[in-house]
Antibody, heavy 124, light 111 residues
Framework: QVQLVQSGAEVKKPGASVKISCKASGYTFTNYYVHWVRQAPGQGLEWMGIIDPSGGSTSYAQNFQGRVTMTRDTSTSTVYMELSSLRSEDTAVYYC?????????????????WGQGTLVSVSS | QSALTQPRSVSGSPGQSVTISCTGTNSDVGGYNFVSWYQQHPGKAPKLMIYDVSKRPSGVPDRFSGSKSGNTASLIISGLQPEDEADYYCCSYAGSYTFGVFGGGTKLTVL
């Protein structure tokens, strides 16, 4: 079965960076995009970006351009999301999610299989 | 990219139907048939309920349906059940590989 397992909670100071991992299993890693979505406490969902694990290409939401970097390691079937210049407003649960279908199929672009979430707390 | 507009809350009794609206612009909801809906229970990850405006992933009950007219998409839940009580989020493609503009979320209460 499809599983995405994320790294554990992080506590960071303002200005620091955080790097979260998301290890995939149960499917062919390079065949499906992976999305990153975050949710601040008591708030809604916010799409951060997407990575193609096959070639490593990425697309980031405008709000995160210049601060987010998504990478992958095909040898371990793991994707990473690094967010820099952290501020208190970045306190949130960060989710990785595999797409519904491969990019070459109909109906792709939908985060469908989600990791358990990683809480990032930013505080001085 | 601005968030899509959803009502903060809706409610209904068991067995009734409810509709949750999601209003965007010509650049997102109105411009593409790539609208999805997610259900989220407290403390849990979101679950995809509808994609491509009106398609259901396998395992999602047919009580859940979706539609779109112009810049507004809708999620219709018929035959409400207690376990449907959750937060619901709409989401739309917005061009240029921006796959996810989300709505602010709607809290569904089953009375």
């Amino acid at each position: 079965q499809v599983q995405l397992v994320q790294s554990g909670a992080e506590v960071k100071k303002p200005g620091a960076s955080v790097k979260i991992s998301c290890k995939a299993s149960g499917y062919t890693f390079t065949n499906y995009y992976v999305h990153w979505v975050r949710q601040a406490p008591g708030q809604g969902l916010e799409w951060m970006g997407i990575i193609d694990p096959s070639g490593g290409s990425t697309s980031y939401a405008q709000n995160f351009q210049g601060r987010v970097t998504m990478t992958r390691d095909t040898s371990t079937s793991t994707v990473y999301m690094e967010l820099s210049s952290l501020r208190s407003e970045d306190t949130a649960v960060y989710y990785c999610a595999r797409d519904l279908n491969p990019p070459f199929a109909d109906s792709s672009g939908y985060p469908t299989y989600w990791g358990q979430g990683t809480l990032v707390s930013v505080s001085s | 990219q601005s968030a899509l507009t959803q009502p903060r809350s809706v409610s209904g009794s068991p067995g009734q139907s409810v509709t949750i609206s999601c209003t965007g612009t010509n650049s997102d909801v109105g411009g593409y048939n790539f609208v999805s809906w997610y259900q989220q229970h407290p403390g849990k990850a979101p679950k995809l309920m509808i994609y491509d405006v009106s398609k259901r992933p396998s395992g999602v009950p047919d009580r859940f349906s979706g539609s779109k007219s112009g810049n507004t998409a809708s999620l219709i839940i018929s035959g409400l059940q207690p376990e449907d009580e959750a937060d619901y989020y709409c989401c739309s493609y917005a061009g240029s590989y921006t796959f996810g503009v989300f709505g602010g979320g709607t809290k569904l209460t089953v009375l």
